[in-house]
């Protein structure tokens, strides 16, 4: 059964799993409010639903349409938009947003202020740093060519983004890539290398012993 503060708001058709919480003042199944111009899709939502023990924090919103897996803390004053699929042992940090139509894979980790845009794909064990921030227009709302055009980072599996990051449009992040804290992504990173600097280049491989299949 569903523990839910008596300040929380939980919208007609949301469905929550077992021995989910629902702290104080957070909204679920929250129906978005969409400016003349969002690239955002606007034909009815699903009902949100949300797994079994998962934590959604104190003012946090969860919006319709999304799913959240089991056993996952969405962090006080976080922000989940609609067509969120974010599977199974996910934490989102205090004050961190994940834009719609984005696709979070299970034990991924996504540190306070983060921001993950719209249409964006992470993989399984992704670690976010703190004030990350992803993007995915190169236009910046100008022109009908973007909407074509727009698109998310995609992290693999793996991969690790440090601490005030800035990930442009539309580029890949390999497997177990590691992404220097403060540098600026213009370009696929390739799977096991470390980047830093502005532009991000390849500084050096992963070291063997951070590699998740060498128990790192």
Do not use: W
């Amino acid at each position: 059964m569903a523990e839910i503060h008596p300040t929380a708001v939980v919208h007609d058709g949301t469905v929550l799993g077992e021995n989910v919480r629902v702290l104080e003042h957070a909204v679920v199944g929250k129906q978005p409010s969409l400016g003349a111009r969002s690239t955002a899709k606007r034909e009815p939502l699903p009902a949100t639903t949300v797994g079994d023990g998962t934590v959604i924090s104190s003012g946090a919103i969860v919006f319709a349409g999304s799913s959240i897996g089991a056993n996952c803390i969405v962090g006080d004053q976080s922000c989940i938009r609609e067509r969120v699929t974010m599977a199974d042992d996910c934490v989102l940090g205090r004050g961190s947003l994940i834009e719609n139509d984005t696709t979070v894979g299970a034990g991924t980790r996504i540190q306070a202020e983060a921001y993950v845009t719209a249409y964006s794909t992470l993989g399984e064990d992704v670690f976010i740093a703190p004030c990350v921030v992803t993007t995915n227009d190169n236009f910046m709302g100008r022109t009908e060519r973007r909407k074509e055009l727009m698109k998310g980072p995609t992290i693999r599996r793996g991969a690790r983004i440090g601490g005030g990051a800035i990930l442009c449009p539309g580029i890949e992040i390999g497997e177990e890539a590691f992404v220097g804290a403060g540098a600026v992504v213009t370009k696929d990173v390739p799977a096991r290398k470390l980047v830093v600097g502005n532009p991000a280049r390849v500084l050096r491989d992963v070291a063997d012993d951070e590699l998740r299949e060498n128990g790192g």
